[in-house]
């Protein structure tokens, strides 16, 4: 993409521009050996495999069954390269959400300026519920064709 992207704004649990430590490292891995910035579809796939690692590496080198595994799975908590990241009881992620600008600049020490996801806004701990209670959404019906009704239909 070009320069008309420029103040796009989107939301996501990832974006390059993160800046810390072990995203800074990460992105700099990333592009040397596939010489493009990391997506979040390469992040995500990096985190779902240090998920993995750490179970195994937690049973000594041995797969633990697929009951146990996701088991110990949801009592992870993990401090990724995208933030902390851990399983809920229904088994979804609960991570932080960041809120992303598209600006021109240099970062991480490259020498020219370059697209990035600029992260504006941070909402740290996301559920699968956002910012709504979980037992006064899980009463809600289904979103379907008659809910919420059509006014206009």
């Not at 851990?86 to 490259?110: A, C, H, L, T, W």
């Not at 600029?118 to 701990?125: E, G, S």
């Amino acid at each position: 993409m070009g320069d008309e992207v420029i103040g796009h704004v989107s939301a996501l649990q990832y974006s390059a521009a993160l800046e810390n430590p072990k995203n800074e490292a990460f992105v700099k891995k990333y592009r040397a050996k596939f010489g493009k910035v990391p997506s979040y579809y390469s992040e995500t796939n990096y985190t779902t495999a240090q998920m993995i690692h750490e179970i195994i590496k937690n049973n000594k080198g041995n797969f633990p069954g697929q009951e146990e595994f996701v088991k110990q799975l949801a009592a992870l908590k993990l401090d990724t390269i995208r933030g902390p990241v851990s399983i809920d009881e229904m088994r979804n992620p609960v991570q932080n959400i960041y809120i992303k600008k598209v600006e021109k600049k240099k970062m991480f020490g490259y020498d020219k300026e370059e697209l990035w996801n600029a992260v504006i806004k941070t909402y740290p701990n996301v559920t699968q519920f956002g910012q709504f209670n979980k037992e006064e959404f899980l009463k809600t019906p289904v979103y379907s064709r008659d809910f919420p009704p059509c006014k206009f239909c």
